[in-house]
């Protein structure tokens, strides 16, 4: 269950019976055609086990018609689900890094993305390649989308210094009523900041922090990606886990045992005015 459970471990059960009742209830079958598509990469979908993208999309409320922003999308694990299903009848922005930014992990990563969408139009051909980064303010979807997500990024942003800009942003993306989601791995309740940012685990106090101060409401959370075999507590942080390994082959039997990391996976709204 939730690791920050002396404060929202009321909200917990409510936000638990509310899940499955909406799943059951709302399930879209369509997600689950784009998640099993062939285009996807074999790498990426032997990630589904610890990633669940069906249950994450559905708990988004994601809908095909939907103007849909990811937010740094990386080599495009979800891009590669979320752009072919909003194809026909909604749009998908893939919010990645500024090359502008002088950083050349950026640029790198930025390009290599965009190539990967050159070279299958079948499937990006309508998706808009946009660059997120809030020192250089080059946001270009303001008040026009109704979904903003997120994967795995905030203790990122954390260590860059611009979290709060970047909840301010996603805000600013959303039509009032739109949702952001947000997958992150989870930290123990308590954990200082200094170590949030060196582990890459945050708590989820603090990610609802961010967002409120933006302006959003939590609306939900859920334990679909949790892991309870996480300690959250490893040599290398969460790269010590899969699928970085981030210490080869010392103890790689241990750590494949105990999968991806433990994380929060949380449902916010801008208020609708």
Do not use: C
């Amino acid at each position: 269950m939730f690791a920050a459970k002396p404060i929202i471990s009321s909200l917990v059960l409510a936000f638990s019976a509310g899940f499955s009742t909406y799943s059951m209830s709302h399930a879209d079958h369509s997600i689950e055609k784009a998640v099993s598509a062939d285009h996807r990469a074999e790498k990426n979908s032997a990630r589904d086990e610890y990633r669940n993208p069906v249950a994450t999309l559905e708990f988004f409320e994601l809908a095909e018609d939907q103007a849909v922003v990811e937010i740094w999308p990386g080599g495009g694990w979800y891009a590669e689900i979320l752009a072919p299903y909003v194809m026909d009848k909604g749009q998908y922005y893939a919010a990645h890094f500024d090359p502008n930014a002088g950083i050349d992990f950026y640029t790198r990563y930025q390009k290599k993305f965009a190539e990967k969408m050159a070279a299958n139009p079948d499937i990006y051909g309508k998706a808009k390649l946009t660059a997120f980064y809030p020192p250089n303010k080059v946001n270009t979807v303001k008040g026009s989308a109704d979904r903003v997500l997120t994967f795995r990024n905030v203790h990122n942003w954390m260590k860059s210094d611009f979290a709060q800009e970047a909840f301010d942003e996603f805000y600013a993306m959303l039509k009032p009523g739109g949702l952001l989601g947000v997958v992150e791995h989870r930290a123990k309740a308590g954990t200082d900041l200094d170590t949030m940012i060196k582990s890459g685990y945050v708590t989820e106090l603090k990610v609802i922090e961010f967002a409120e101060k933006a302006g959003f409401k939590l609306v939900a959370a859920s334990e679909i990606n949790g892991n309870p075999k996480d300690s959250a507590n490893h040599p290398k942080g969460v790269w010590t886990l899969p699928p970085r390994l981030a210490l080869g082959d010392e103890k790689r039997e241990h750590y494949l045992a105990i999968g991806e990391s433990d994380r929060m996976t949380l449902k916010f709204v801008k208020p609708a005015k």
